[in-house]
């Protein structure tokens, strides 16, 4: 294990802590923070006001679907207001082509900005190019 240890200890320890974690989780041990179990205060003091779901709180249609069809999401969804994460694409919008496109060329040319060509042609042509951005 000490041999494991010296090559990369930040993933190594990293591992052997998730390994913890999950023989924790599947002993017969107290659940904890790892289980779901909430140990924020600050979590317990908006459980517990009437903020979210006081005695006044009329519940829509839609929260009761939601809780019924998990109450685990409810949860996330209506008191601690979580929202999924978009999933990420390989597919590259117009918008994010152009501006990279920008940044690419204003680099390119910002370098090469100070240049002195021998063909008066040349430097022309690379002034009209840095007018255009």
């Known amino acids: 294990m000490a041999a494991c ?3 990369r200890p930040a993933e190594t320890a990293r591992t052997f802590r998730s390994a913890t974690i999950e023989r924790t989780r599947d002993s017969f041990q107290p659940l904890d923070e790892f289980d779901g179990v909430l140990t924020s205060p600050a979590i ?3 459980l517990r006001s009437d903020a979210l779901f006081g005695s006044a709180h009329k519940f829509s249609a839609g929260q009761f679907g939601d809780y019924g ?3 685990l999401r409810f949860f996330l969804k ?3 207001r979580l929202e ?3 999933e990420p694409t390989e597919d590259v919008q117009a ?3 152009g501006l990279l496109a920008h940044r690419v060329l204003s680099e390119f040319f ?3 900005r100070n240049i002195q060509y021998h063909d008066g042609r040349q430097r022309t042509d690379l002034q ?3 007018g255009c951005l």
């Open 69 to 71: 069809e998990c109450p």
């Open 95 to 97: 918008l994010d082509l």
């Open 110 to 112: 910002g370098q090469r």
């Open 5 to 7: 240890q010296r090559g």
């Open 128 to 130: 009209r190019a840095l």
């Open 44 to 46: 317990h003091l908006l």
């Open 84 to 86: 999924a994460l978009d």
């Open 78 to 80: 209506r008191v601690l």
